[in-house]
């Protein structure tokens, strides 16, 4: 089995299994033989992928390359992006929650920085947390059919799981200020930057930013930068204030000459 078409046999499986969960749910009656059928071609699919696999992984062994890149450069292969993406995201987003419920940072070192961004959205998603528990509530009262009741119920319990785990995602990976002037700009588990052409910015007659100051700074005290919009250091209401604190706290600049606009 090649593997354009081990591809084709998951998209034709998976609207065959959704029409057959389908039928289920509105009560009819599927024969015995559709059953069977069904599950023989799963059975199959399955056993079809795995050797695409085992061949796609040998191919890659006999190039000379480790069992662990080997492996991956399979997946990559067979695997759509799309799908690698949202099954990567996810399990990050539950990585994420449980660094929350332990307290923990991601990647944050010691001697590190850390600058919070989820000031501004933290009311919004526990507000949506709330919508989803009522939702959950109500369709629990409303719907009448028992098998219809618990598939809505896990789809919206794994939804409530999923929200809060996106805010945790936010919460635990902050941005980050390194000490040796490094800055790393993150949203969750979605977006993650690493600055590696940045470096001090000295003043003369300057000394460096007390720590005092800077713990000021990274906590925002609603700077007002000329054209009268605050900077808040808690994200802003434009998204990009923990951005502007993490590059004041560190006091850095990028090596391309930038133009800004300086008050007289």
Sequence with gaps: MSTRIARAA????LPAEA???VCAVAGVRIPGAVLVGAGALVMTVLAGEAVVVWRLYAAGRRTGVGRRDAA??????LVPVVARRL???EVRALHSLGLWVLRRRHQVPDDARAVAYTGPQTAMMYGLLFVSFIET???????PWPLVHAVLLVVDVYGVVLLLALHAGCV????VVGPD????LRYGALFDLRGAGLRHRHRPGRAALPARRA???ERGRGARPRGGQPDHGDGGTDGTGGVRAATRCAGLRPHAPVSRRRPA
């Design 137 to 143: 509530t109500l369709l629990a009262l409303v719907i």
């Design 10 to 13: 998951v998209w034709v499986l």
């Design 87 to 89: 099954v990567v995201h």
């Design 172 to 175: 635990v990976r902050p941005h």
């Design 19 to 21: 029409a057959l969960l």
């Design 215 to 217: 713990g000021a700074t």
């Design 181 to 184: 002037g490094s800055l790393r």
């Design 72 to 77: 991956r450069k399979a997946l990559h292969t």
